[in-house]
């Protein structure tokens, strides 16, 4: 995101004498301001960068200054494009692409000659990029968002003070401060609906070190123990790993693991038809029998 802005402005240095922030601006596709800001950032980095006014004015590094062309080797390129072609599966604007170009002449040759290709685009691609790219954009200019937001409690309208654009857990999280609850949350991108900047900016604030530990978000509250058929030994091995159950003697799948979440268990369950069994913890297996009966009614009472 901006690291990836930051190496593209270095390179684009290195190979030219002289740009501009207009032209900076436009091959990334941020503001003016956004370039100023990404300059002095270089600048505090240590590398000495001059800006000229004037007809023949314009940013350069400073004339005498030698910085290594070679900084990357071959492994350190591999991952830096790796992570720049997985954060441009998601992109809707070009400025990802725009940095690739600056690294590799032939993408499809890269692709072949490296082991790992992250995509992260997923089904939800045509709703999700232009959600990361307003949201992108508003932290650049540190400018507040609006969106109606949906959970279990219903639909709300939020305001918030965006910080980062996260992907954890298989899915894509912005990390704000709620200018209602006045605290920073975690929303989920996909619960997201009509997203609009605002035009209230904000100062910068500092993130608690405990919202930045995400492994707190969830904790293991329902310890559940279920009976699978056989046949379903491919899904629990791919959704919770080969040590999440112990085959039994009468050929069934005992799988214990512990959930943060009720409704999700009981929807995870059931998505698994007559093929699992809920045996504990036996309050929830009281509920699940209460869903099915009324589910039954819906089929057999007409």
């Known amino acids: 995101m901006k690291i990836d802005r930051l190496i593209g402005i270095i390179i684009i240095l290195l190979q030219n004498e002289k740009t501009t922030a207009p032209e900076l601006a436009e091959r990334f596709e941020v503001s003016r301001r956004t370039i100023n800001r990404d300059i002095e950032d270089i600048c505090r980095a240590g590398i000495p960068i001059i800006t000229t006014q004037g007809a023949n004015g314009g940013i350069a590094i400073m004339e005498g200054y030698k910085i290594d062309k070679t900084l990357f080797s071959e492994k350190d390129l591999r991952a830096i494009l790796t992570g720049l072609f997985s954060l441009d599966s998601v992109a809707q604007s070009k400025k990802y692409k725009n940095v690739i170009d600056k690294f590799v ?38 400018t507040q968002v609006s969106f109606l937001y949906y959970n279990q409690s219903g639909e709300q309208l939020v305001i918030v003070e965006p910080y980062l654009l996260i992907f954890q857990w298989a899915s894509w999280y912005v990390m704000g401060f709620d200018d209602i609850g006045k605290q920073f949350k975690l929303y989920k991108l996909n619960r997201m609906c009509n997203i609009k900047p605002t035009e209230q900016s904000f100062e910068l604030r500092e993130i608690p070190k405990d919202k930045m530990d995400f492994s707190k978000y969830f904790t293991d509250e329902i310890q559940a123990v279920i009976l699978f058929d056989e046949s379903e030994k491919y899904r629990l091995i791919e959704e919770y790993g080969t040590d999440s159950f112990t085959p039994t003697l009468d050929g069934k799948l005992r799988f214990s693991f512990a959930f943060t979440n009720q409704n999700y268990l009981l929807s995870w369950i059931l998505s698994f038809g007559e093929k699992a069994e809920l045996i504990e913890p036996k309050e ?19």
Do not use: C, G, W
């Open 284 to 302: 929830l297996r009281t509920i699940m029998e209460e869903r099915l009966k009324n589910a039954t009614k819906k089929y057999f009472e007409s």
């Open 105 to 142: 002449s032939n993408k499809d040759s890269f692709l072949m000659k490296n082991n790992i290709l992250i995509d992260l685009s997923s089904h939800y691609k045509d709703t999700l990029a232009p959600k990361i790219e307003l949201l992108q954009v508003s932290i650049e200019n540190r």
